[in-house]
Nanobody, 115 residues
Framework: QVQLVESGGGLVQPGGSLRLSCAAS????????MGWYRQAPGKERELVAA???????NYADSVKGRFTISRDNAKSTVYLQMNSLQPEDTAVYYC?????????WGQGTQVTVSS
């Protein structure tokens, strides 16, 4: 059974930082592309960042220079370090594991940026 469990969300003030984690089980983690998506109220889910199996990272323009995705294949965990958070970053953040036609989602973790 595949499980992706996100953690690390919460309430943070503008300019603050959070680190999200997504622990995977039931998959050969090193083979999968790992991504972080987010969905704000009333908006479509959007890609935030992705890391290939080799560790190459891609980012949405809106988070470049502020967010960093990383992965630890030994721990089957992907991280999203989020710095300089702004109110527009408020959303539910989801972890995705993808390999070919196989895609698995986590349950999401809420990030709220507010003073």
């Amino acid at each position: 059974q595949v499980q992706l469990v996100e953690s690390g969300g919460g309430l943070v003030q503008p300019g603050g930082s959070l680190r999200l984690s997504c622990a995977a089980s039931g998959i050969t983690f090193s083979m999968y592309v790992m991504g972080w998506y987010r969905q704000a109220p009333g908006k479509e889910r959007e890609l935030v960042a992705a890391a290939s199996s080799g560790g190459t990272a891609n980012y949405a323009d809106s988070v470049k220079g502020r967010f960093t995705i990383s992965r630890d294949n030994a721990k089957s965990t992907v991280y999203l370090q989020m710095n300089s958070l702004q109110p527009e970053d408020t959303a539910v953040y989801y972890c995705l594991a993808g390999w070919g036609s196989r895609h698995y989602w986590g349950q999401g973790t809420q990030v709220t940026v507010s003073s």
